[in-house]
């Protein structure tokens, strides 16, 4: 949708198609995201609920974490979408929904459409000059055109939209551990008016556990984390997931790009895309407006999209993948470590790690003050380095 957004405001003629009968509906995201990102994107302040406190647990370890008002949020997530779609129609885009784009169209192999069904438009051929593939962890248009060849490793999540009016609105909780979401995290996060979202992710192939079963567990044990779930009922249930393999190769081919979870731009750390897809549909969008402005559509014209994302992203999100991979082989014994690890570090260093921000920069400037943690950093640094080389 700012892709559309984007593109319709420079004077494109747009077509944006969305699968579901309904913009944001089902919810398939925990909502959790930066502040910054909702003020950047003009997002009114009644859809996003800042959370000044976060909670890290463990088995045996807690770390807390005072951000304040102007750093996290959970958004209302179908609040949030539909917001979009309607900047998207106002700024010129075409808008068809439960319309599934079913196969690329290729001529000397370059994308020139693609074939829709369902929708207003029925059975129809929808000729492009650039295709933006937004489809998601299926990566559906992507993988028919050849752009990567798909993923095979996924955070898969379940959750549960709750009444509960005994819970906290101002703090959010992370815990870790194999007890409730092995190589994976669960999470119970506020977003205003005695609602609260509580999941279980979990990352497939490093475990077959299914977080529906798991989530039902720690409904049950929430208490245990001081998350107090009295009275609380259930109005909604979720289910989604989010790529783990990393950035795709290839952003850019002749006549396409990948943005989103098709693009693999999730950073993994906590599995949030919300932030970065909406950046790269942006960037997407401005990209090809000035590709066919000039005229030319074929990769070379396309590829600074891809160039400036890797420019800015590419390192971060390459450690963010390793840090992922390397959770699920975490024992409940490492994970209270490593939660003790984040209660010696500065907050504002937390934030960004769990932003995937791994700058050495900002890891320097945080880390200055504290120079008991300087051989520790230095570890993380060649980490850093041979995954970023990777």
Known sequence: MVAAATAASKGLDTLLVEREAEIGSPVHTSGATAVQTMATFGIPENLYHPVPRWRICSPN????????????????????????????????????????????????GAVVGCRLSGGSLGPCIVESKVLIDASGYRASISTQAGLHEGFRRFGVGAEFELTAPRCRQDEAVLVVGNRYAPSGYAWAFPWGD???????GVLHADTRADPRQLLSLFMEEAEGFEIDLRDATIEESHFGLIPSDGLASRLVADGIMAAGDSAG??????????????VAGALAAEVAAQAIAEGHWHREALVAYERLFK??????LAMGHALNVRMGTRGDAEWDEKVRLLKSLPTPLVVDLLQSNFSIGNLTRRLALRPTMWPRAARYALRYALASAG
């Open 61 to 108: 370890e807690e770390a807390v974490f005072e951000l304040g008002e102007s750093t996290a949020c959970i958004i209302d997530v179908k609040g949030v979408y539909q917001h979009l779609g309607v900047v998207a129609g106002r700024s010129g885009a075409t808008i068809v929904t439960g319309t599934t784009a079913e196969e690329v169209l290729i001529e000397r």
């Open 194 to 200: 005695a609602r609260v979202r509580l999941g279980v």
């Open 265 to 278: 731009q999730a950073s993994l750390v906590v599995g949030e895309g919300i932030r970065l897809g909406m």
């Open 311 to 316: 420019a800015k992203y590419g390192k971060n």
